[in-house]
């Protein structure tokens, strides 16, 4: 009877550890594997505040790719105020950026772009108003 409890241990540790796997209890947070990750040091994220500002260079490279988030005009970059990362093909940010049109109006942008560091790529993927656009 001794043989079959030491024989159980390594499968009990296995599936321990796998059911913890699974549930999602990871370094992201907590978050499921694949999930979405709050970015906590957002304002002070030099990484971060990068990609905000490459968002509203190619937003405004390329304002008629973006429908209603076109009409504002050319922005400048204030701040990244929230930011989420989800591991995909590469890095998902989900970003809310803080940006300044040219009557100096501030506004807020919800952006999207996947980080692709092996490629050296970036790449927005929308870049549209948020709700409550007013800061």
Do not use: C
Request: aromatic content about 8%.
């Amino acid at each position: 009877m001794a043989r079959l409890v030491k024989s159980s241990a390594p499968l009990f540790v296995f599936l321990v550890l796998y059911t913890l796997l699974v549930s999602g209890v990871s370094g992201n947070g907590g978050g499921m594997v694949g999930g979405r990750a709050k970015v906590s040091d957002v304002k002070t994220n030099k990484e971060i505040q990068e990609l905000g500002r490459f968002s509203v260079k190619e937003f405004n490279n390329h304002r008629s790719t973006y429908g209603k988030g076109g009409e504002v005009g050319e922005l400048m970059f204030s701040e990244v105020v929230e930011a989420q990362t989800q591991v995909v093909s590469g890095v998902k940010y989900y970003l809310k950026i803080e940006a300044t049109t040219q009557s100096e109006e501030k506004l807020m942008f919800d952006s999207v772009l996947v980080v692709k560091p092996w490629l050296r790529s970036k790449e927005l993927l929308a870049f549209e108003p948020s709700i409550g656009l007013r800061v």
